[in-house]
């Protein structure tokens, strides 16, 4: 049987130490590297899974249901980041903590900080987030501008949400553990279990029931309780020396947290001006009619997002253990390498997105939605920059320097919202206002900021930004090769516009492989999908 011992703990890198005799380590069966493919693989294959709900039910729900229910239910789903907005000052942060503990063997320690995270959740919940959710919900119809006869449909599914919400925050906590380990796979399976469900059920509850939006809400629902019993069997099964228990709740520990998981969540509150508040303006001043066509369009930017959030995950946790063992070298070095490798990876969904618009519109919803490719380009080329730097931010959380970056997202973010209101309002941009607005000042705030601020902390002068040149020298040979084989094909023949994208893709894979990539990096790649471990 497992036996653990404890230390002293600090909040400082630890370097490794050998275990008492007869004793084994929590720490040792921890390394940056374990897991690492098939941390990667589970990545993929989410990003893959994300690929398919992000097109199929977007294009189910548009055409069942009609484009501006769409852009209701796009706005119930966009709640979470609001509801996260409280929670993630525990959540964002516990990680980080016990990686720390474990790093340390210190048992009583880990118990400590799960279970202060734990019951802080549970209260934050009962006290304060459903009262409110609730409270928004029953106002729904002032709030909002919903197509006649849906209000009672509208109310009911947000209910359905934020039941379903505040089950995921719960099993946040527990998949916390998996992140701690490095088994980031297991948080992936938990965290998608809910989108797989409602991405299946939902569909068949419409089609077998009746074209009502509270299906969408009773699937959801159903996948929320889905994934808090699989968290709790991660949490059993990783963690068996943490139990629950109110005694272990500290004070200290929840300052401790919060110290660093305020800013966090100052931080995500800036976030959610940014890439939340879009939905709102333009259903509240365009109609529900425009707010689903936007929905529905920034799709492709949500999946690329989806791609670096996931990235992000795996790699992030990787990168603040190494800060916890005191490699900061490494961490340095995995951060570039990184970064540089997801920009380069991106610019092809990116590019292939913005060139072939037009024709993956007119496939995808139908030959009305094709005048909106400008608009989807607008959302989605400035990603190549805005998705590639997001594993920075673990380096932010690693080092317990979310201050800073946290208050110039936010007062960013604040102006986001008021350049959005006001294009809105006062230019007869529509739906542009907003999509322009974010690019602008998004691409400003991590191209020039979050970049310098990772540079600084990991004292490698101008190494992020160094690190993005690839990946946009990339999408610009995507961009000249996609454009040039579309000026020979119809962009509505399905067959030619696939041997285009195939031409242009592959050309640009090649082209990448042999003159952008360095040398190292391909190293990297070959060894990571060849050897048992990453170099």
């Given at each position: ?10 909040d ?5 130490a ?22 990667l ?6 990003f ?25 239910v ?9 509801v996260?907005i409280?929670t ?7 990680s ?6 474990m790093?340390?063997?210190d ?9 202060t995270?734990?019951?802080?959740q549970?209260?934050t ?16 119809d002032?709030?909002?501008n ?12 947000y ?6 919400f ?5 099993a946040?906590v ?32 419409i089609?077998a ?23 709790i069997?991660?949490w ?10 109110v005694?272990?709740?500290?004070k ?27 939905l ?13 066509k ?16 996931v ?5 992030g ?34 590019g ?29 080329l ?8 997001i ?8 080092y ?21 209101l ?14 322009i607005?974010?690019?602008i000042?998004?691409?400003m705030?991590?191209?020039?900021f ?9 004292q490698?002068k ?9 990946g946009?020298?990339?999408l610009?040979?995507?961009?000249i ?16 516009v ?5 031409v242009?893709g ?5 082209i ?19 050897k048992?471990?990453?170099?």
């Amino acid at each position: 049987m497992r036996q653990y011992h404890s230390a002293a703990v600090a909040d400082t890198p630890v370097a490794p130490a050998t275990p008492k005799p007869a004793m084994v380590s929590i720490k040792t069966d921890i390394d940056y590297r374990s897991n690492y493919k098939t941390n990667l693989f589970s990545n993929v294959m989410i990003f893959v899974l994300n690929i398919i709900i992000g097109l199929l039910l977007p294009s189910f729900f548009v055409k069942s249901l009609g484009v501006a229910v769409f852009g209701i239910v796009s706005i119930g789903l966009s709640l979470y980041s609001y509801v996260n907005i409280i929670t993630i000052a525990i959540n964002g942060s516990l990680s980080r903590f016990l990686m720390m503990d474990m790093q340390r063997d210190d048992v009583e320690g880990i118990n400590h900080t799960f279970n202060t995270a734990f019951w802080t959740q549970l209260a934050t919940i009962v006290v304060l987030v459903i009262p409110v959710f609730l409270g928004c919900i029953f106002y729904v119809d002032k709030l909002l501008n919903i197509p006649a006869g849906l209000v009672n449909d509208t109310r009911e599914l947000y209910v359905l949400m934020s039941i379903s919400f505040s089950l995921l925050i719960i099993a946040g906590v527990f998949t916390a553990i998996a992140n701690a380990y490095n088994k980031v796979y297991l948080k992936n399976i938990a965290d998608r279990i809910a989108l797989l469900t409602y991405a299946i059920l939902s569909p068949c509850l419409i089609l077998a029931f009746g074209k009502s939006i509270v299906y969408i809400g009773i699937a959801y629902a159903i996948g929320s309780v889905a994934t808090l019993f699989y968290s709790i069997r991660i949490w059993k099964k990783l963690s068996p020396y943490i139990s629950i228990s109110v005694k272990s709740f500290r004070k200290a520990k929840l300052k401790e947290i919060f110290g660093l998981g305020g800013w966090l969540t100052v931080n995500h509150v800036a976030t959610v001006l940014f890439l939340n508040m879009d939905l709102f303006i333009i259903n509240i001043y365009l109609g529900p009619a425009a707010s689903g066509k936007f929905a529905a369009v920034m799709q492709w930017g949500v999946l690329i997002r989806a791609l670096g959030a996931v990235v992000s995950g795996g790699i992030g946790t990787a990168l603040v253990l190494l800060y916890t063992q005191g490699k900061t070298e490494k961490m340095a070095e995995l951060s570039q390498r990184i970064v540089r490798l997801l920009a380069i990876f991106l610019a092809f969904p990116v590019g292939i997105i913005c060139c072939f618009s037009k024709s993956i519109l007119y496939f995808w919803l139908g030959k009305d939605y094709v005048v909106l490719a400008p608009l989807m380009n607008t959302l989605t080329l400035h990603l190549i920059v805005n998705v590639s730097v997001i594993p920075l931010l673990s380096i932010f959380q690693a080092y317990n320097k979310a201050k800073t970056p946290g208050i110039v997202t936010l007062i960013l973010g604040v102006i986001n919202f008021a350049l959005s209101l006001g294009l809105v309002k006062y230019t007869d941009l529509g739906l542009y206002a907003v999509a322009i607005a974010s690019m602008i000042v998004l691409t400003m705030k991590n191209l020039l900021f979050t970049t310098w601020y990772a540079s600084h902390l990991m004292q490698v002068k101008n190494g992020y930004f160094k690190a993005l040149l690839p990946g946009i020298l990339t999408l610009a040979v995507i961009g000249i090769l996609g454009t040039g084989c579309l000026y020979f094909v119809n962009q509505h023949n399905i067959i030619q516009v696939g041997l285009s994208l195939a031409v242009a893709g592959g050309g640009a894979a090649l082209i990448a492989y042999r003159f952008i990539i360095p040398a190292n990096d391909r190293q990297f790649i070959l060894g990571t999908f060849l050897k048992k471990k990453a170099a």
